[in-house]
């Protein structure tokens, strides 16, 4: 099995000092929608496709937060990193806990930047929004924001990225010669 990707959003609530959401992303199930989100994390599409700098726009208490229109702010905007909108992947997994990363969507086959947390099991979602991922570090966080459209604090993503591999373990055998030897010390 693939390793899953994992990107991460730093949030700050009305104003105080960020603090980091890290998402396991479903990559090896869901590559196109997990790429998507991956490369908006990144911001490596280009300055103007990041979620950088755009807020949650919705909060909803025991249901959801919702963010990622980059291009309007409210809601009505946004767009995939490859621009405009994508289709629907075939997707299983239930809207069934806290902490499960969805896309948001304005109907079938219309994915674009926007996504949202649940705060609560959500099944009545099921089938019309595809679960991609899930929070994997700061929960906790998703307890410090207010309903409310806009939410009553302001909730902005300062800064986003994707987590970095964990580098190769290093071996204690010393490393193998690239070049074979002229002489043989035997025969």
């Known amino acids: 099995m693939s390793q899953r990707a994992r990107a991460w959003l730093d949030v700050a609530i009305g104003g105080r000092p960020a603090q980091r959401i890290t998402f396991e992303l479903y990559s090896d199930v869901l590559p196109r929608t997990c ?15 990041t979620y950088a700098g755009s807020t949650f726009h919705r909060v909803i208490r025991n249901f959801m937060i919702q963010g990622g229109d980059f291009t309007r702010g409210d809601g009505t905007g946004g767009e995939c990193w490859q621009g405009g909108k994508f289709a629907d992947e075939a997707c299983k997994m239930r809207h069934d806990r806290r902490g499960l990363l ?26 019309k929004h595809v679960v991609f991922g899930e929070v994997v570090e700061g929960l906790e966080l998703l307890n410090a924001f207010e309903a409310g459209t806009p939410p009553a604090k302001p909730v902005k993503i300062t800064a986003c990225g994707v987590a970095e591999a964990a580098a190769p373990a290093k071996s204690s055998y010393p490393p193998m010669p690239t070049k074979a030897p002229s002489k043989l010390p035997f025969g």
């Open 35 to 49: 790429e998507n989100f991956r490369a908006l994390c990144a911001g490596d599409r280009g300055a103007r496709l």
């Open 102 to 127: 969805s896309m948001a969507n304005s109907g079938p086959n219309t994915n674009g930047s926007q996504f949202f947390i649940l705060l609560a099991a959500a099944r009545h979602l099921d089938g």
